[in-house]
T-cell receptor, first 113, second 116 residues
Framework: DVKVTQSSRYLVKRTGEKVFLECVQDMDHENMFWYRQDPGLGLRLIYFSYDVKMKEKGDIPEGYSVSREKKERFSLILESASTNQTSMYLC????????????FGSGTQLSVL | AQKITQTQPGMFVQEKEAVTLDCTYDTSDQSYGLFWYKQPSSGEMIFLIYQGSYDEQNATEGRYSLNFQKARKSANLVISASQLGDSAMYFCAMRETSGGYNKLIFGAGTRLAVHP
C-alpha cells in the first residue's frame, strides 16, 4: 500500500516563526501536492510538484513556499507564520498510472498563536 | 468561480437506507476525471470511486456508485444501505489540466450523518 507520511499530527507555533511541514511518500510517485483544509472551503491547493526540484503554484500560494530536493520528499514552508495560516494541512501524492488518484497523508493540524 | 459545487453542507440518513450526495462541476476540458473521497472524524482521506469523462458506464465500487450525467455536469455519489460507519465528510473532486499539469480541485464537502 502507498504510504504518505506527514511528520507531525499537531503543531503549535507563534506568529512570525518559520515553519516546516514535511511529507514523505514511499511509492515512487512523480506528483506531490500540498493542500490546506478549512471548514466550508474544502481543500485548496497551495503548491504542487511533478518532479524533483520542480514546483508549481496552486490556487493559494501566498505566504508559502515549497522544496522538493528528493523525489520522495516534499516540504511546505511558512516563511513567517501568521494566525490566518492556522489550518489542517494535507500532503498527497499521485501517479498518472492510477488516473492521478491522490493518496493522502494523515494531515497536520497547525495552530499559529 | 466555483468549479466543483456541493450544495449540501449536511445530510442525514437512516441506517440501511440509500442516500445521494450531490456534486456539479464546471469544465471546458473534454478529458477529465471525477473522484469522491471520504474523510472520517480521524481525518484521513479515503478514496471511494473514480469516473472518467469518457467512461460510458457509471462507476460502481461496492455500496458506492457514481451517477454521472455528463450533459448536466453532475457526478452524484449514491451510497446504498447506509451504515453507521458511513458518517463522515464527503468530498467531490475533479482532475483538471492547467498549464500542462494535472491537479485535483475539491468541493467544499458534505457532512453525512447516519442515524440508527
Amino acid at each position: 500500500d502507498v504510504k504518505v507520511t506527514q511528520s507531525s499530527r499537531y503543531l503549535v507555533k507563534r506568529t512570525g516563526e518559520k515553519v516546516f511541514l514535511e511529507c514523505v511518500q514511499d511509492m515512487d510517485h512523480e506528483n506531490m501536492f500540498w493542500y490546506r483544509q478549512d471548514p466550508g472551503l474544502g481543500l485548496r491547493l497551495i503548491y504542487f510538484s511533478y518532479d524533483v526540484k520542480m514546483k508549481e503554484k496552486g490556487d493559494i500560494p501566498e505566504g508559502y513556499s515549497v522544496s522538493r530536493e528528493k523525489k520522495e520528499r516534499f516540504s511546505l514552508i511558512l516563511e513567517s507564520a501568521s494566525t490566518n495560516q492556522t489550518s489542517m494541512y494535507l500532503c498527497a501524492s499521485s501517479t498518472i498510472q492510477t488516473n492521478e488518484k491522490l493518496f493522502f497523508g494523515s494531515g497536520t493540524q497547525l495552530s499559529v498563536l | 468561480a466555483q468549479k466543483i459545487t456541493q450544495t449540501q453542507p449536511g445530510m442525514f440518513v437512516q441506517e440501511k437506507e440509500a442516500v445521494t450526495l450531490d456534486c456539479t462541476y464546471d469544465t471546458s476540458d473534454q478529458s477529465y476525471g471525477l473522484f469522491w473521497y471520504k474523510q472520517p472524524s480521524s481525518g484521513e482521506m479515503i478514496f471511494l470511486i473514480y469516473q472518467g469523462s469518457y467512461d460510458e458506464q457509471n462507476a460502481t465500487e461496492g455500496r458506492y456508485s457514481l451517477n454521472f450525467q455528463k450533459a448536466r455536469k453532475s457526478a452524484n455519489l449514491v451510497i446504498s444501505a447506509s451504515q453507521l460507519g458511513d458518517s463522515a465528510m464527503y468530498f467531490c473532486a475533479m482532475r483538471e489540466t492547467s498549464g500542462g499539469y494535472n491537479k485535483l480541485i475539491f468541493g467544499a464537502g458534505t457532512r453525512l450523518a447516519v442515524h440508527p
